[in-house]
């Protein structure tokens, strides 16, 4: 386990066409069914670079940017920006698109935070290092870091009486 993965090897792109049964009657795809699919591609991510199941501790605040409509295709775009002895944290960014057009435009972007579970055990379980390649991902490294720390901070914080 001591060998690092690159954030490359985490990333996924889960994709899905927008129907009527994700939509409400304006046209405009619920707010749940984007949460949903923000999880899984997270979920996905973090599996990839954990190669064991996760489970989801937290998903960041989500602003919903612009909204989405009915025949539009939903693409999260998820990859690894931190990992910590059993922890992940991993970016979601989401993406609408209408196909007939090929206009595309960011609606959301999320952290969501994954543990790894060994099988047996059903307990979490180590994961490897997290290995940045570019400058870029080394800032958004840093800022994870950082979110994670706050989020420890936090957690501190809302135990004590």
């Not at 991510?45 to 990839?48: H, I, K, L, P, V």
């Not at 989405?68 to 775009?77: E, F, N, R, T």
């Not at 958004?140 to 501190?156: D, G, L, S």
């Given at each position: 386990m001591n060998s690092g993965k690159t954030i490359a090897?985490?990333?996924?792109?889960l994709s899905a066409l927008m129907g009527p049964?994700?939509?409400?009657?304006?046209?405009?795809?619920h707010g749940g069914v984007i949460m949903k699919l923000v999880d899984e591609a997270g979920a996905l991510?973090?599996?990839?670079h954990a190669r064991c199941p996760v489970?989801?501790?937290a998903i960041d605040s989500m602003t919903f940017l612009e909204p989405?409509?009915?025949?539009?295709?939903?693409?999260?775009?998820a990859e690894l920006t931190y990992a910590g002895h059993t922890a992940m944290e991993v970016r979601i960014a989401v993406i609408a698109e209408n196909p007939l057009t090929g206009q595309t435009i960011h609606t959301n972007l999320a952290y969501g935070v994954?543990?790894?579970i060994d099988l047996q055990t059903r307990r979490p379980h180590p994961v490897p290092p997290l290995i940045a390649e570019t400058e870029e991902e080394q800032r958004?490294?840093?800022?994870?870091?950082?979110?994670?720390?706050?989020?420890?901070?936090?957690?501190?914080q809302e135990d004590v009486p």
């Open positions: 090897e985490s990333r996924v792109t049964q994700d939509a409400n009657v304006l046209g405009n795809v991510a973090a599996m990839r489970v989801t501790v989405i409509y009915l025949g539009h295709m939903v693409s999260c775009q994954y543990v790894a958004r490294m840093e800022a994870a870091r950082q979110r994670q720390a706050e989020r420890k901070r936090r957690r501190v």
